[in-house]
C-alpha cells in the first residue's frame, strides 16, 4: 500500500501539473518561434498597412458613404463598412 506522503514529488499532484506547464510552454515558444508564422504576421501587418496608405482618414462617416460604396468595393473588399469597422 503507497502512501500519500511517500510519493517522489515529481509524481504528485504539483508535480504533474508543473510538468505540464513546462511542455506547454515548451510546445507554445516553439510554435511562436516558427518562420512561417513570422512570415504571415509581417504579411497581415503590411497588408494593413497598404490599406491605410490607400484610404483617406479622419473623414466623415458620410464621406466613406459616398467613395466606398458596398456595391462596387476596392480590391474587392474595402467598402465604407469594412473601414468604418476600424473606427
Given at each position: 500500500r503507497?502512501?500519500?506522503g511517500s510519493l517522489p514529488p515529481d509524481l504528485t499532484l504539483?508535480?504533474?501539473a508543473k510538468?505540464?506547464?513546462k511542455l506547454l510552454l515548451k510546445r507554445t515558444t516553439r510554435r511562436l518561434?516558427?518562420?512561417p508564422l513570422a512570415i504571415g504576421e509581417?504579411?497581415?501587418?503590411a497588408a494593413l498597412c497598404a490599406v491605410g496608405t490607400?484610404?483617406?482618414q479622419g473623414k466623415a462617416p458620410k464621406y466613406y458613404f459616398e467613395t466606398y460604396p458596398?456595391?462596387?468595393p476596392i480590391l474587392g473588399f474595402i467598402d465604407y463598412d469594412?473601414?468604418?469597422s476600424f473606427g
Open positions: 503507497i502512501q500519500s504539483a508535480g504533474v510538468s505540464e506547464a518561434a516558427s518562420l509581417l504579411s497581415v501587418i490607400i484610404v483617406e458596398m456595391e462596387s469594412f473601414i468604418l
